[in-house]
């Protein structure tokens, strides 16, 4: 599920041209294969001995990568009574889900995705849990009254004393209720991981080409803000391969910037154990230019001041600081 807007203020974004290039000018470009259609390929998993097939290939891929396994192998550890049935299941999958060799067979990269997101639980689960009181307090009116819960593989973090939402993201079933009480701290993890890479122009669903623009907040977010932050603006960041779009405050979309991670650990502070629903009361944002958009993104620590200026594309194109000595 794409994260949704997010009102709460306090993750650095990359321009159209500032990621680096790898590849030299004479190599030649990727070559792209459809092996399938998609109705193809997914009625391929329609059937529970296919599925039991992609289980099994799991279970013999190690970290060193995919290993391969014969189909005597693979028989046995089905409950198919004749070989020649088994063998008919094992075809459908090759091709979208397996490699067929000599030797045996291995998965390729979309049998192994599909068959670890199955094992997540994604697509069979639904994981709800009750609210867990969180140590922070609500960035908007200060009470410590925000609190984490899941609806429908669903977290969210609100305010149980103003009633805003902070922050509504989709997390995989495992990842919800495979770390306890201790969730919301994966949580705030697995969001900041997500937003780095988006950050860094990294699709954190496909992989694909991302792009940033500084946006004014949708109606929704709007009204959820207090008055004072009428003029609220934020990152939001495009995947131009699956069309995931995520949104998150500009302060968010600077935090991994190494400006601001020296200028915290200058100061004995680490920023990453700073939950992203609150990153800390020390931080501004002041919004310089509406067309095209511009923000100056200011943190102060015992009155040394660093000031992050981020053009329209969620791009930070100067910093500054300034000494309480000074």
């Known amino acids: 599920m794409d994260e949704v807007d997010e009102p709460s203020i306090g993750s650095r974004d990359r321009g159209p041209d500032s990621s680096p290039s790898i590849a030299s000018p004479t190599a030649e470009p990727a070559r792209a ?12 998993l329609g059937n529970e001995i296919r599925m039991g097939i992609l289980d099994t290939m799991l279970e013999r891929t190690d970290g060193e990568g995919p290993s391969r396994v014969s189909f005597s192998a ?26 067929q ?22 697509y069979t689960h639904r994981v709800d849990r009750p609210p867990v009181e969180l140590e922070e307090s609500c960035p908007f009116c200060g009470r410590q009254d925000l609190e984490a819960r899941s609806a429908d593989n669903v977290v969210t973090i609100s305010c149980d004393d103003c009633g805003r939402s902070l922050l509504r993201l989709g997390v995989p079933p495992v990842g919800i209720g495979g770390h306890g009480d201790e969730f919301p701290a994966a949580f705030d993890r697995y969001h900041r991981h997500r937003l780095g890479l988006a950050a860094d122009g990294v ?14 907040p949708s109606t929704t977010v709007a009204d959820e803000l207090p008055s004072e932050y009428d003029d609220h603006v934020q990152a939001e960041f495009s995947c131009h391969g ?26 004995g502070e680490d920023v990453s154990e700073r939950p992203i629903w609150n990153v800390g009361h020390e931080w501004t944002e002041t919004t310089l230019s509406e067309e095209p958009l511009a923000v100056r993104v200011v943190t102060e620590l015992e009155g040394d001041v660093l000031a992050l200026y981020v053009d329209e594309h969620a791009s930070v194109v100067d910093v500054q600081r300034s000494s309480a000595d000074e």
């Open 33 to 44: 294969e459809r092996v399938s259609d998609p109705s193809d390929a997914f009625q391929a």
């Open 74 to 99: 693979l028989f046995e550890a089905s409950d198919v009574d004749t070989s020649a049935g088994f063998a008919y299941h094992l075809e459908q999958l090759v091709g979208p889900y397996l490699h």
């Open 203 to 216: 699709c954190p669903d496909c992989s694909g080409d991302v792009s940033g623009r500084l946006v004014t």
């Open 242 to 267: 699956c069309g995931i779009e995520l949104r998150c405050p500009v302060t968010l979309a600077v935090l991994d910037h190494p400006s601001v991670v020296s200028f915290y650990h200058e100061h």
């Open 101 to 122: 060799y000599d030797d045996g067979y291995e998965l390729t990269y979309a049998g192994e995705r599909i068959g670890r997101t199955i094992a997540t639980g994604t």
